[in-house]
């Protein structure tokens, strides 16, 4: 199953338009301590099965990570449970913080 793939600069673009959609972000609470879009839902990936009550399946959906590996995954795992409108963020929030916000905190 293929999954779109979408910038930083497009990601932060819609949310300056006001385009209603989800940031989901799927990295350990560890990871969140480091560095964070404080915008962003946040739902450790082992436990989006349990908690995809929180998830609207009609709402767009982002998902981000590190990198974008562990994103990738969680965003093929929601389009094959019916959310038809899912992406995932190229490169992580590590791209986030080099394109969007350098006062990140790299890790």
């Not at 779109?4 to 989800?22: C, K, L, M």
């Not at 982002?62 to 590996?69: E, I, K, L, N, P």
């Not at 389009?79 to 969007?100: F, H, S």
Request: proline content about 9%; overall charge negative.
């Amino acid at each position: 199953m293929s999954i779109p793939e979408t910038t930083p600069s497009e990601v932060h673009a819609r949310r300056s338009r006001g385009e209603p959609f989800v940031l989901l972000d799927v990295r350990e609470p560890w990871e969140l301590e480091l560095c964070a879009v404080d915008w962003a839902k946040a739902i450790p990936m082992n436990d989006v099965p349990d908690r995809l009550a929180e998830l609207d399946p009609g709402t767009p959906l982002v998902v981000m990570c590190h990198h974008g590996g562990r994103s990738l995954r969680v965003a093929q795992f929601l389009a094959q449970r019916g959310y038809r409108q899912v992406a995932n963020l190229t490169g992580g929030i590590d791209a986030w913080r080099e394109q969007i916000d350098p006062s990140m905190r790299p890790y």
